[in-house]
């Protein structure tokens, strides 16, 4: 038999249980990866099966960018398991090339200030609790996910501040996205409306379920809307556009990693002391504000 701790599937829950971050998109790899590489000890994986799973992934058209990152998901796990077992083995998908990488990459578009200001009062004068997702995601910054599973203790409006942390149904993508954030213009009337809609602690219940944050089915009906609206923008368009409209106000570039739970990739000081207060980006968040008092 085999030792059940060499088997990559229990080698994938050993790493996620440790790191705080999102499973599904690695469980996605996982399962994409054993549908051609299949169960076995960590050590038997071979550089073929790397292969054939990239020409998987090409064959189902997957952009380069989704295939980097599902091929960056296993060969995270492998490096663990490799470190933990004491296999001494070159990692099989080390330097995988991945044909025409990034040619494929699409420049997202960004939201005018008067499509904002459209959407944000469209959203707040509807009746669609999932529209009210745009002001929140356009005036924090914050991913999808943060917002559709907030819990109703995450909203203190009368403090003005929203709290994004981790919990029993949804995680957070990367460490650095634990934050507090201020609550200004439209986003607070936006709370306030999906507030009086909550149910069981959740501020959106609708896409609370027993397996956890739907924070995909969200987004599908969301970006319906936005697409048709405003010319194939999504909700991740909405990010991209905080980040621009941050730079337009010359906000220093840590402040702007911070509001949107960036990785600040090149800035290595940013890691150390306790970032921004409250007040600093609550004034900088206030500048852009698209509407409110």
């Not at 997957?62 to 296993?74: F, L």
């Not at 609708?206 to 956890?212: Q, V």
Request: net charge positive; charged share 30%.
């Amino acid at each position: 038999m085999i030792p059940k701790r060499l088997r990559l599937s229990d080698v994938v829950e050993e790493y996620l249980d440790l790191k705080p971050i999102d499973p599904k998109p690695t469980r996605l790899a996982v399962e994409a990866f054993f549908s051609v590489a299949g169960e076995r000890e960590i050590a038997d994986y071979t550089r073929e099966d790397a292969k054939a799973f990239l020409f998987l992934l090409e064959q189902r058209g997957n952009s380069t960018g989704t295939i980097r990152r599902r091929i960056n998901s296993i060969s995270a796990i492998l490096n663990y398991g490799f470190a933990e077992l004491d296999i001494d083995k070159r990692n099989p998908f080390s330097r995988l090339v991945i044909k025409a990488e990034g040619l494929d990459r699409k420049k997202r578009g960004t939201f005018t200030t008067q499509q904002l200001q459209e959407g944000y009062q469209e959203a707040l004068g509807g009746k669609s609790s999932v529209r009210l997702l745009m002001p929140i995601l356009g005036e924090t910054g914050c991913r999808l996910a943060e917002i559709v599973g907030l819990r109703v203790e995450d909203v203190d409006l009368e403090a003005k501040v929203l709290r994004i942390r981790p919990n029993a149904m949804r995680r957070l993508k990367t460490a650095g996205s634990e934050r507090d954030l201020p609550i200004v213009g439209c986003a607070e009337e936006a709370l306030r409306k999906a507030l009086s809609g909550s149910e069981d602690g959740w501020v959106f219940p609708r896409y609370i379920h027993d397996d956890g944050c739907r924070a995909t089915h969200a987004s599908n009906a969301l970006n319906k809307w936005l697409k048709g609206r405003f010319g194939g923008l999504t909700a991740h368009s909405l990010r991209h556009t905080m980040r621009d409209r941050l730079r337009a106000v010359e906000a220093p570039l840590e402040l702007i990693d911070q509001v949107g739970g960036w990785s600040s990739v090149n800035n290595i000081g940013s890691r150390y002391g306790q970032g921004y207060k409250i007040d600093q980006l609550a004034a900088w968040l206030d500048s852009i504000k698209v509407c409110g008092d």
